[in-house]
C-alpha cells in the first residue's frame, strides 16, 4: 500500500515541478497588471465583444500564458478594471489553451497533431462562446457577476477585498514598474493571489496524480469504448470534460492525463476537449463561485461545456477528413521523476522571482495584510497605496 501511495505522490510532485515555472510567470503577470495597468487602457482594447476585439483578447491571453488559475485570477483582474465579460472569458481561454508551452509539451508527450488540434480548436471554443453568450447571457447576469467580481473575494478570504492595490500614478508603465511603489504592490498582489489559490492547487495535483497511479489503463479503455471506434468518436468529446472536471488537473498539468487517456482509447476530439477543460475544473467552478456567484457559474459551466464539445467534434472532422489523426496510441506517459532540463532552469529562475517578491511582501508589512484577509473586507484598514 505504501508503494502505490508513494507513486502517487511521485506523479503529483513530478506535475507540480512540471507547472510550477509556468504558474508562477502567470501570478505574477497577473500581479503586474492589477498593480499596473491603467483601467482605461483595458477598455480600449477589451471593451465590447466584437470578434476583432476577441481576437485581440485570444492574443493577449495566448501571449501571458499560465496555469488555468493563473487565467482565472486574471480574466477577473481584467473584467474588473473594465473589459467586456465575453472578452474576458476569451483572454481565459487564450491564456490556458492557446499557448505556446501547452503545444509544446503536446507535441513532446503526443505527437504535433495534438498541437495543432489545439490551436485549431481553441479558436473555434472562443467563436462558439462568444455566440452562446450572445444568445444566453444577459446583461443582469452580467451586472451581477461584476459586483460579485468587485468585492474582490480572493478564495476564502475576504479581507484582501478591501484593498485596492493599484498604483495611481501617470508616469510610464515602466518607470511604475520599476518605482519602489511598483515593486512592493506587486509583490502585495502576487502573495495574495497565490495565498488564495493554494490549498485548491495542491488538492488538484495531488488528485491528479492519484488517478494516474491507481486508475488502470484497462479501465479507460472500456470507458471510452475503445473497442467500438464509431461510438467513441460519439463519447469522447461528450465525456472527455467530465473526465477533466473530476480530474482536477491544471491546463499543463493534463497533458500528462490525456496522454493516458490517449493511450487507454480516447477519441482523438475527445482529447481535445479534454485539454479544453481545464478551465472547468472543480476547484475552478469553485473559484467562479467565489469571484462571479452561483448563477454566472453555472451559466459557464453550461455554455464552455457546450464550446468544448463542439470544437472535440469539429477537430475530429476536420482532422479525420485531412487524415492526421495519428494511428497509433504510443503517447509518451511521463513517468515520476525530475531530469534537468529547460524546465529545471525556468523553475530555478521563477522560483528567484518569487522568492524576491516574498521577501519585499515581508519586509513591507505583508504579514498582518494575510492576517487580515481572513477577516470581513475593511475589518484592519484600508491600505492606501496612492501617491
Not at 321 to 347: C, D, F, H, K
Request: some cysteine.
Amino acid at each position: 500500500m505504501s508503494h502505490t501511495l508513494l507513486h502517487a505522490l511521485a506523479l503529483s510532485g513530478s506535475m507540480t515541478w512540471e507547472i510550477l515555472w509556468a504558474l508562477i510567470l502567470g501570478f505574477a503577470l497577473s500581479a503586474v497588471v492589477q498593480a499596473l495597468v491603467h483601467r482605461s487602457t483595458i477598455v480600449a482594447l477589451l471593451g465590447d465583444d466584437r470578434p476583432r476585439t476577441l481576437a485581440i483578447a485570444a492574443g493577449l491571453g495566448a501571449a501571458s500564458s499560465s496555469c488555468s488559475y493563473a487565467a482565472v485570477a486574471l480574466a477577473r483582474s481584467l473584467f474588473r478594471k473594465g473589459a467586456s465579460f465575453t472578452a474576458a472569458m476569451a483572454f481565459e481561454i487564450g491564456s490556458t489553451n492557446l499557448v505556446v508551452e501547452l503545444g509544446i509539451i503536446l507535441a513532446l508527450l503526443m505527437g504535433w497533431q495534438f498541437t495543432a488540434a489545439e490551436f485549431v480548436g481553441g479558436p473555434i471554443m472562443i467563436v462558439v462562446l462568444a455566440v452562446l453568450f450572445r444568445l444566453f447571457v444577459r446583461s443582469r447576469l452580467v451586472d451581477a457577476a461584476r459586483s460579485q467580481a468587485d468585492q474582490g473575494r480572493a478564495g476564502s478570504m475576504e479581507g484582501h477585498a478591501a484593498m485596492d492595490m493599484s498604483i495611481q500614478s501617470d508616469s510610464s508603465f515602466l518607470r511604475r514598474l520599476v518605482s519602489r511603489e511598483g515593486f512592493t504592490s506587486v509583490s502585495h498582489i502576487f502573495v495574495m493571489e497565490w495565498a488564495a489559490i493554494l490549498r485548491d492547487l495542491a488538492i488538484g495535483l495531488l488528485i491528479a496524480g492519484a488517478i494516474g497511479a491507481w486508475v488502470p489503463e484497462s479501465f479507460w479503455q472500456h470507458f471510452f469504448f475503445a473497442d467500438h471506434p464509431a461510438w467513441s468518436v460519439v463519447w469522447g468529446p461528450i465525456v472527455g470534460p467530465v473526465v477533466a472536471i473530476a480530474s482536477f488537473v491544471c491546463s499543463i498539468g493534463n497533458v500528462p492525463l490525456a496522454a493516458v487517456l490517449w493511450n487507454g482509447g480516447i477519441s482523438f476530439g475527445g482529447v481535445v476537449a479534454f485539454i479544453f477543460a481545464d478551465l472547468l475544473i472543480l476547484p475552478i467552478l469553485n473559484v467562479y463561485r467565489k469571484y462571479y456567484g452561483i448563477a454566472m457559474m453555472l451559466t459557464l459551466l453550461g455554455t464552455f461545456y457546450a464550446a468544448m464539445v463542439t470544437a472535440g467534434y469539429l477537430v475530429e472532422i476536420i482532422f479525420g477528413t485531412a487524415g492526421l489523426i495519428p494511428a497509433q496510441r504510443s503517447a509518451t506517459v511521463m513517468e515520476a521523476g525530475i531530469s534537468w532540463n529547460y524546465t529545471t532552469w525556468l523553475n530555478i529562475a521563477l522560483l528567484t522571482l518569487a522568492a524576491l517578491l516574498v521577501v519585499r511582501f515581508v519586509t513591507t508589512g505583508g504579514i498582518p495584510m494575510l492576517r487580515a484577509m481572513g477577516g470581513p473586507p475593511g475589518a484592519e484598514h484600508e491600505h492606501g497605496h496612492h501617491h
